[in-house]
């Protein structure tokens, strides 16, 4: 069993947990810079990545080299950024179920300076999938896991039919107005974007997540008292931090799928995460070589 299992603890019987995503994907731009412009200033960046990105598209990613393939629930506007997106997902081992929307799918630029710091600008309006979409809305239900991180209210309480669901920060307003339980809770406590006034829920979330970057993070159990775990250390030096989020809260999802202990999850997690931070971009240029479901 490969390492990434063994951390996760038990699977499923199949081998590994069935996992999906719905969410957004924004075609982004990650470009270089020595720093960041003041005002009126014209600088030049060098483009350095180009890919399928956004929280939804990050993750979906992530699971399907972890669990073998990943669904991912979405919405694309029908243009060449949407085109594109949706090839390089499948290319990728994604399943996408994409909904269709006149809207041009949302761009974004991510500026990374020296410091590997970055800051990204989305161009649009953000596409997400909706419960009224013409999917099968009826599978969420066989999945071990489901991470969402963009879609309305109707929609999330119809992701709460899988085992195990984990939900971004950044949707702690749909999580309120859904009135659902949620399994977990991630978000970055470096990020005012992302932060939750847990005391307006009817009901705590078994687990909630705030990660610091290098210094680890503060998890949650089920009301208790916070406590923290340790940050794992970068395979390599600093290269930039985008969607370093995104692959931690996706390893999470599938480690809790696993039946991972909340320390072995977070540990794989942080792994992901800080292995991220020594790469250019979200995931590797090339799709990583598909792996065969472990037996356990």
């Known amino acids: 069993m490969d390492e990434d299992l063994r951390l996760a603890g038990a699977t499923t019987p199949c081998g590994r947990p069935r996992v999906a995503v719905v969410g957004h994907v924004e075609w982004t731009t990650i470009a270089g810079l020595d720093q960041l412009p003041t005002a009126g200033e014209v600088i030049h960046a060098e483009p350095l990545w180009r890919g399928p990105a956004g929280g939804g598209a990050v993750a979906a990613v992530r ?46 630029v991510s500026l990374v300076d020296r410091s590997g710091e970055r800051t990204t600008i989305t161009l649009g309006r953000r596409l997400q999938p909706a419960a009224a979409d013409p999917l099968d809305w009826d599978q969420l239900a066989s999945y071990d896991a489901v991470f969402f991180t963009a879609g309305d209210a109707a929609l999330l309480r119809r992701a709460r039919r899988a085992r195990v669901l984990v939900v971004t920060a950044r949707e702690f307003g749909t999580v309120l107005e859904s009135g659902v339980r949620v399994d977990a809770l991630v978000g970055s406590g470096c990020d005012p974007a992302e932060s939750c006034d847990l005391a307006l829920l009817r009901t705590l979330p078994d687990l909630v997540v705030s990660t610091e970057g290098r210094r680890g993070g503060v998890f949650t159990r089920c009301g208790q008292a916070p406590r923290r775990y340790r940050p794992a250390r970068a395979p390599g030096p600093l290269v930039d931090t985008y969607g370093v989020g995104d692959n931690f809260a996706a390893v999470l999802a599938y480690a809790l799928a696993a039946k991972a202990t909340t320390a072995d999850a977070l540990a794989l997690a942080a792994r992901h995460g800080a292995a991220c931070t020594a790469r250019r971009g979200p995931f590797t240029v090339e799709p990583a070589p598909r792996r065969r479901a472990a037996r356990v």
């Open 63 to 108: 699971l399907a080299e972890l669990a073998g393939d990943c669904t991912f629930f979405t919405a694309l506007g029908d243009d060449r950024a949407g085109h594109r997106s949706r090839t390089e997902l499948e290319r990728r081992g994604v399943r996408v179920l994409t909904a269709s929307r006149a809207d041009p799918t949302r761009e974004a």
